[in-house]
Structure formats: structure tokens, C-alpha cells
Nanobody
């Protein structure tokens, strides 16, 4: 059974940091992504990483967020620094090995003083 399980969300003050984790089971994904969805907004891509370590970031998070993965553990991480209130959203992990795409259940990140 394929599963993606996220962890690491929570409440943090502006300027703070959080690290999200997403552990995959049942399959090794060629590409793993982090998306986020704020209330009333569409889900958007935050960062992506291939099995070879190539990365891609949304302009809004470049220089603040870092995506990484441990292929042996089938886990992808999102290190989020210098967090802003506008980073508040539910963050979702996604795994791709076409034609298969799987989503995690999401983890809430709230940036507020």
C-alpha cells in the first residue's frame, strides 16, 4: 500500500523556522514535491526535487526554503526559514512516478505572532 505521511507543521512566529517531513512507503518516487493551499486560494507548488537531487522552487520561497530528500529513507524534507504570515497554509507532500501520483494528507503551518 502506497502512503505519504507528513509531519512537522505547527504554529511559529514570523521570522521563525519549521522543518516538514514526508515519509513514503510502498514505492520510491522519481519526483517529490511540496504544495501548499491557503484558505480561499488555489493549491500551489512550493518546491520539487528529483531522485537525482535537482530542485525547483516557487519564486515566493526562493532563498528561504530548502527541499531535500533521503532516498534510502524514502523521505523528503522542507526546511522553512524566515517564515512570513503569507506562508500560512496547509502543506501537502506529493509523490510522482508516472503514471502514479500520490498525495499526503497535509499538515498545517501557521505563521503568526
Amino acid at each position: 500500500q502506497v502512503q505519504l505521511v507528513e509531519s512537522g507543521g505547527g504554529l511559529v512566529q514570523p521570522g521563525g523556522s519549521l522543518r516538514l517531513s514526508c515519509a513514503a512507503s510502498g514505492i520510491t518516487f522519481s519526483i517529490m514535491d511540496w504544495y501548499r493551499q491557503a484558505p480561499g486560494k488555489q493549491r500551489e507548488l512550493v518546491a520539487a526535487i528529483t531522485s537525482g537531487g535537482n530542485t525547483n522552487y516557487a519564486d515566493s520561497v526562493k532563498g528561504r526554503f530548502t527541499i531535500s530528500r533521503d532516498n534510502a529513507k524514502r523521505t523528503v524534507y522542507l526546511q522553512m526559514n524566515s517564515l512570513k504570515p503569507e506562508d500560512t497554509a496547509v502543506y501537502y507532500c506529493r509523490g510522482q512516478s508516472l503514471p502514479y501520483i500520490y498525495w499526503g494528507q497535509g499538515t498545517q503551518v501557521t505563521v503568526s505572532s
